[in-house]
């Protein structure tokens, strides 16, 4: 069995925006709530971020990406926000935020923010107006529907359940996620205007930029018609049968205009967009050059373990990105999905995985935990606090078995995530969890972390590693990537991943980094590459046309 070669182009993007940062960035994820607690309540805060920051340095990234820190119901992780200009106090103030952005850029990275501009809190001020004052401008600002039997038509939550619940007064109010996270109505421009005024107080604080939450979604059809079909969670994404609440035409513009507000900043601000849509070619749409930066596309984050998924999923994501002049995004893992070690079976398949995705144009998105081989946590279902969990009824696990704290330090009942004698953590830290923690892996050289930190600062040693053009191939459940930078670069590289169960002879002059060295041996231009493994190698010779 064989695959023919499909050759990705360059992206095309011409201009300053070709050598910005955020082209070839990787991007670290920290789930706020679990990263590391300053003030031993048992909650990561931005202190504990703070504190954590020369960790990230040594990691090697470009950025970090901070999940929400607005004052919120809690009622999902954070993504229903009270107020958009402050922070929960439980994370700290706007004066942190402030001093994040400053010791971040003293130490070259870049703060992104989390913005969730298609709901808000059922306690924003807004909406609590909007439930006393039908008549308000605050409530022209939702979908309200009037009182009916029935709810106004068949949208579906995505956390299960219909998408429509009642107010006291009997009125029907949207939420495509749970009932505490009304729908703004973006049909109304001062929803736009007042997200325009959060973005730019960010960024005049010095903030880099935002990663948008449901950017796919915002619009929804003006008349309310049915959905044609219905949602379900284990697709690559929502297509055409959730037409009427996802990926609306107008969504365009919206980008457009906030595009247009980091532009007008010196040196620009970078926005990336949750584009949960099973159209690749959607996808693109949205990172079009006077759009978001970055769109992720999570096919290759649905993917089994499976070479054929892999491959056409890299060769589609890659050809779409270039024929609108973008960068691909890369993700793996994030705190809505099972972490990879789990997901994939073991831990050796999820290193193999990162090195994948390390080599691959564009930028990568790491989640924070993923760099220690974290596994899936076992959350007791009396601790869960996922919405997810509850709203079906116990039927999916939720979220919360990749939400769990960091652990950071083995000598620690705590693992490090906060000092000895604090409160209880806000989820509980498993047993064994001390085993992956950050000091251990520190000091050894074939651990995970050091894995991910070789093959990040390789990326700097090697351009043609995340950058430029490149061949991707498949050969039964080997998949092989060949790249060279953008500008005729000397140094070409050939990213192997070996999917099957046995092992592969692959040509290589030189192995420069292996996911896994155990069983990988190098014989007169050959390389035995044992199942489940990945590597970078000097290839024998390259042909890209
Ligand atoms: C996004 C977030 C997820 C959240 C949802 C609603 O999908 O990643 O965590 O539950 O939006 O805001
Ligand atoms: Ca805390």
Partial sequence: MSAEP???????QAGPARDAWWRDAVVYQVYLRSFADGNGDGIGDFAGLRSRLGYLKSLGVDAVWVTPHYPSGGADGGYDVIDYKAVDPVYGDVEDVRGLVEDAHGLGLKVLLDIVPNHTSDQHAWFRTALADPDSPEAARYHFRPASEEPPNNWQSMFGGSAWSRTPDGRWYLHLFTPEQPDLNW????VADDFDETLRFWYDLGVDGFRVDVAYGLFKDPQYRDNPGVYSPTLFGHGPEQVMTTNQPRIHEIWRRWRAVGDSYENGRMLVGEVSLADLKQVGLYARPDELQHAFQFRLLKSKWDATAFADTIAEALTVFASVGAPAPWVLGNHDKARQVTRYGSLRRARAAALLM??????????????????EAEVPDAAKKDPIFFRSGGARAGRDGCRVPMPWDDHDALAGFSAAGSAAPWLPIPDGWRDHAVNRQAADASSTLSLYRQAISMR??????????????????????DLVARDGDPDPVTCWINMSGSAAFVPARRV????????VQERDGIVELPADTAVWVTPNSVDLR
């Fill in 512 to 519: 420069l980094l292996a996911s896994d060295r155990t069983g």
């Fill in 6 to 12: 499909i050759l990705f182009p360059r992206d095309t």
């Fill in 358 to 375: 390390l080599a691959l144009p564009g930028s990568a998105y790491l989640y924070a935990g993923e760099e220690l081989g974290l596994p």
């Fill in 187 to 190: 049909d109304n421009p001062e």
């Fill in 460 to 481: 700097s040693l090697y351009p043609a590693l995340g950058s430029g053009l490149g061949a991707v191939s498949r050969v039964g459940d080997v998949i092989r990537v």
